[in-house]
């Protein structure tokens, strides 16, 4: 690929439909709140429609007609610009991951999306080419990775790719997708959502059928309550399950020498590659609704970043059995496959952690016992529920470490284990806090390069001899004295 290209001319909609979507909100208030006002009647109604259409879809061919890029095997160049011109130019040793994705809109025309991410590249992807042909897509992935492919343009829709001598190292079995589904996290935001949804039902339904239909609810039982309560954590149950599904849908990982790619989705088909040598750290996640049953999720970070909704990072495992975690990694990435004890924090901790819940919970009970009446039993057990978090969090926080790596554990509400490659550590750091200062403590951090900027894992309330053996384990002059 040595000539400028551009994208395909789907991209001009896809560019339409963006603006529409950011713009959304915005009509719907004008609509509803100009109800009264005579000039929305038809045919003006009609007439800013078409309009807005109008203007939308020309700033979107110019947009697309001014939008070319070039990959000549050393980088890839950007050229775009309506009034401005613009022209990025990206070294092939910058670029981390390739991320190819493939919406509805994108597979009706036998099109992908490419996401190039590189180091310290922010939230989001360096350069993303909205629309351009699966072929296309393959050779800017060779050409930018160096990565084998075999020539033509046939592509399997569940992967994304083009069948290579890789071979598939893991896959998600339909048991444990379903698994994975029901024992998702994302049933807590589900919930919220439709909480909020139906508080601003009264903005949508006239009050008098909002008294008449559902205020009963309100001078009922509590027994109603907790029924409507429960009606609404089944459904974001529901929405939580279909989008895990549709999310971690034809889940396979495949790896080729270095390279990891990770093909998933249903509906938006995702094929990711990430290079080995690039991995920064590994984090095992156990959620309050996976650990009774032994299971976690599994997520790699690299100095690419990752996406927003993985917090930053990439799922490697979406569901794994704990006491199979070595295996799997064995198969996939085997220089993080070893076992990790943790070592416990000091005794005298306990206190502190206890402490951390306990006066947060107190003012929490403290404002429902005065506020709601018999709050004395909510308050009781939000003490209780605050002294069992502390307790689990101390019990759960360590870290651990051998010649080559660095490992630490910390709960907040799930329970983390990050595992960091010694030569993957931008900093460490040891702090003392004037109350950790009373019992000797310290805290220990850990920062990692994923995006602009980075991140960091911490164990606090560390003994000044753990803090030494770390600090002995990182130091450099431990190595020159050895080779002295």
């Given at each position: 690929?040595?000539?400028?290209?551009?994208?395909?001319?789907?991209?001009?909609?896809?560019?339409?439909?963006?603006?529409?979507?950011?713009?959304?909100?915005?009509?719907?208030a004008?609509?509803?709140f100009?109800?009264?006002?005579?000039s929305?009647?038809?045919?003006?109604?009609?007439?800013f429609?078409?309009?807005g259409?109008?203007?939308?879809?020309?700033?979107?061919?110019f947009?697309?007609y001014?939008?070319?890029?070039?990959?000549?095997?050393?980088?890839?160049?950007?050229?775009?610009?309506?009034?401005i011109?613009?022209?990025?130019?990206?070294?092939?040793?910058?670029?981390?991951?390739?991320?190819?994705?493939?919406?509805?809109?994108?597979?009706?025309?036998?099109?992908?999306?490419?996401?190039?991410?590189?180091?310290?590249?922010?939230t989001?992807?360096?350069v993303?080419?909205?629309?351009?042909?699966?072929?296309?897509?393959?050779?800017?992935?060779?050409?930018?990775l160096?990565?084998?492919?075999?020539?033509?343009?046939?592509?399997?829709?569940?992967e994304?790719?083009?069948?290579?001598?890789?071979?598939?190292?893991?896959?998600?079995?339909?048991?444990?997708?379903?698994?994975?589904?029901?024992t998702?996290?994302?049933?807590?935001?589900?919930?919220?959502?439709?909480?909020?949804?139906?508080?601003?039902?009264?903005?949508?339904?006239?009050?008098?059928?909002?008294?008449?239909?559902?205020?009963y609810?309100f001078?009922?039982?509590?027994?109603?309550?907790?029924?409507?309560?429960?009606?609404?954590?089944?459904?974001?149950?529901?929405?939580?399950?279909?989008?895990?599904?549709?999310?971690?849908?034809?889940?396979?990982?495949?790896?080729?020498?270095?390279?990891?790619?990770?093909?998933?989705?249903?509906?938006?088909?995702?094929?990711?590659?990430?290079?080995?040598?690039?991995?920064?750290?590994i984090?095992?996640?156990?959620?309050?609704?996976r650990?009774?049953?032994?299971?976690?999720?599994?997520?790699?970070?690299?100095?690419?970043?990752?996406s927003?909704?993985?917090?930053?990072?990439?799922?490697?495992?979406?569901?794994?059995?704990?006491?199979?975690?070595?295996?799997?990694?064995?198969?996939?990435?085997?220089?993080?496959?070893?076992?990790?004890?943790?070592?416990?924090?000091?005794?005298r901790a306990?206190?502190r952690?206890?402490?951390?819940?306990?006066?947060?919970?107190?003012?929490?009970?403290?404002?429902?016992?005065?506020?709601?009446?018999?709050?004395?039993?909510g308050?009781?057990?939000?003490?209780?529920?605050?002294?069992?978090?502390?307790?689990?969090?101390?019990?759960?926080?360590?870290?651990g470490?051998?010649?080559?790596?660095?490992?630490?554990?910390?709960?907040?509400?799930?329970?983390?284990?990050?595992?960091?490659?010694?030569?993957?550590?931008?900093?460490?750091?040891?702090?003392?806090?004037?109350?950790?200062?009373?019992?000797?403590?310290?805290t220990?951090?850990?920062?990692?390069?994923?995006?602009?900027?980075?991140?960091?894992?911490?164990?606090v309330?560390?003994?000044?001899?753990?803090?030494?053996?770390?600090?002995?384990?990182?130091?450099?002059?431990?190595?020159?004295?050895?080779?002295?």
């Amino acid at each position: 690929m040595s000539n400028p290209k551009r994208l395909h001319p789907v991209v001009i909609f896809l560019l339409l439909f963006k603006a529409l979507k950011e713009l959304m909100i915005p009509i719907i208030a004008a609509f509803v709140f100009g109800r009264g006002a005579t000039s929305w009647d038809f045919p003006f109604t009609i007439y800013f429609i078409i309009c807005g259409f109008i203007i939308f879809f020309i700033y979107g061919y110019f947009k697309w007609y001014t939008y070319t890029y070039e990959v000549d095997g050393v980088e890839l160049k950007i050229k775009q610009g309506i009034f401005i011109k613009k022209n990025r130019f990206i070294r092939r040793e910058r670029i981390y991951s390739i991320d190819i994705t493939a919406g509805v809109f994108q597979r009706l025309f036998h099109l992908v999306a490419v996401k190039v991410e590189t180091a310290g590249g922010g939230t989001e992807p360096e350069v993303v080419l909205a629309a351009v042909t699966k072929k296309d897509a393959l050779q800017i992935k060779k050409q930018l990775l160096a990565v084998s492919v075999e020539n033509g343009n046939e592509t399997n829709d569940a992967e994304l790719s083009v069948q290579s001598s890789s071979e598939i190292q893991w896959r998600l079995s339909n048991k444990n997708l379903v698994l994975a589904a029901l024992t998702s996290s994302g049933i807590g935001i589900a919930f919220m959502a439709l909480v909020a949804l139906a508080s601003q039902l009264e903005d949508w339904i006239l009050n008098d059928y909002l008294i008449n239909s559902f205020g009963y609810i309100f001078q009922s039982s509590v027994a109603v309550i907790i029924v409507a309560a429960t009606m609404i954590f089944f459904l974001s149950w529901l929405v939580s399950i279909i989008g895990t599904i549709l999310k971690y849908g034809n889940f396979i990982i495949r790896k080729k020498d270095d390279e990891i790619e990770i093909a998933r989705g249903i509906l938006e088909k995702r094929q990711l590659t990430i290079s080995i040598t690039r991995i920064t750290a590994i984090r095992v996640v156990e959620s309050l609704f996976r650990q009774p049953f032994g299971l976690a999720t599994v997520y790699v970070e690299s100095a690419g970043g990752g996406s927003k909704d993985e917090q930053l990072s990439t799922v490697l495992f979406p569901l794994v059995r704990i006491k199979e975690l070595k295996d799997h990694l064995g198969e996939v990435i085997p220089d993080f496959c070893f076992e990790q004890p943790i070592e416990p924090l000091p005794k005298r901790a306990k206190m502190r952690y206890l402490i951390r819940k306990v006066v947060p919970g107190a003012i929490i009970a403290g404002f429902i016992a005065f506020f709601i009446p018999y709050g004395f039993i909510g308050a009781a057990l939000v003490l209780v529920l605050a002294l069992l978090i502390g307790n689990q969090q101390f019990k759960d926080a360590g870290f651990g470490k051998n010649d080559h790596f660095l490992w630490i554990s910390y709960r907040a509400l799930s329970k983390t284990l990050v595992i960091i490659p010694k030569q993957r550590i931008q900093a460490l750091e040891i702090k003392q806090s004037l109350f950790q200062q009373l019992r000797t403590l310290f805290t220990i951090q850990a920062s990692i390069l994923t995006s602009i900027v980075g991140k960091a894992f911490r164990t606090v309330d560390i003994s000044e001899k753990q803090k030494e053996e770390i600090l002995t384990w990182y130091s450099y002059e431990e190595t020159k004295g050895k080779k002295v």
